[in-house]
């Protein structure tokens, strides 16, 4: 069963292009979140989606930042015009589906974003 | 919204001896509290969780206490090794149909042969 996939795993954009980082979850998982890992931080939430919802998006950004997980296929975090803060390590997790989802998220290798 | 705190943000500590990391929370509502191990460059890795309806979980050197009155949950870490030496992160969440976890800030581990 192979764990939570990420890729790129490493980005390098320039300031205004755009940066696409996708997550394919485990197999038999529905719920997929989106965390954000600056230098020497922990990680920050950013996104909870199920099959073709976003169910929870408070901590992204209001601009240039979406996130959306097809019927088929990974889930998609996309940032636009990118600047240098945005510059971060993007884990994404997945959790099994229940009675809503359970507790326990395994998290993929990350994808390493780096803006110049 | 929650707010999670760490300490300490390093630890050294000498092969064998034992290692504790303090976590507190704000929110009295959160109900799920995991610890994740991260070594350089790698992913998160679930090593322990509980719940709020327990006060103290084990599994082989590790263990975690929950003390739900105060706010605080710690992780212990018995007899260590080497390849213990990582970045840990405790974090919590209120499970209402999902979860979102907020992370503390992490704790640095250096375990010296």
């Known amino acids: 069963n192979a764990g939570v996939m990420q890729n790129p795993r490493h980005l390098v954009r320039r300031r205004g292009q755009e940066a696409r980082l996708r997550c394919s979850p485990m197999k038999g998982h529905s719920h997929v979140y989106w965390y954000r890992q600056l230098p020497e931080e922990g990680l920050k939430f950013m996104v909870y989606?199920?099959?073709?919802?976003?169910?929870?998006e408070s901590g992204m950004p209001k601009e240039r930042f979406s996130a959306e997980f097809p019927k088929e296929g990974p889930s998609i975090l996309r940032i636009q015009q990118v600047v240098r803060g945005d510059s971060a390590a993007y884990f994404c997790?997945?959790?099994?589906?229940?009675?809503?989802?359970?507790?326990?998220?395994?998290f993929g290798p990350g994808t390493r974003l780096t803006v110049l | 919204g929650e707010n999670v705190e760490q300490h300490p943000s390093t630890l050294s500590v000498q092969e064998g001896d034992s290692a504790v990391i303090k976590c507190t929370y704000s929110d009295s509502a959160s109900n799920y509290f995991p610890w994740y191990k991260q070594e350089l460059g790698k992913r998160p890795q679930l090593i322990i969780d509980i719940r709020s309806n327990v006060g103290e979980k084990k599994d082989q050197r590790i263990a975690v206490t929950l003390n739900k009155t105060a706010k605080h949950f710690s992780l212990h870490i018995t007899e260590t090794q080497p390849e213990d030496s990582a970045v840990y992160f405790c974090?919590?969440?209120?499970?209402?149909?999902?979860?979102?976890?907020?992370f503390g800030k992490g704790t640095m581990l250096l375990v010296s042969p």
């Open positions: 997790a997945s959790s099994p589906p229940g009675s809503g989802g359970t507790d326990t998220q395994y």
């Open positions: 974090a919590a969440s209120i499970t209402t149909g999902y979860s979102t976890l907020t």
């Open positions: 989606l199920q099959k073709e919802n976003i169910i929870d």
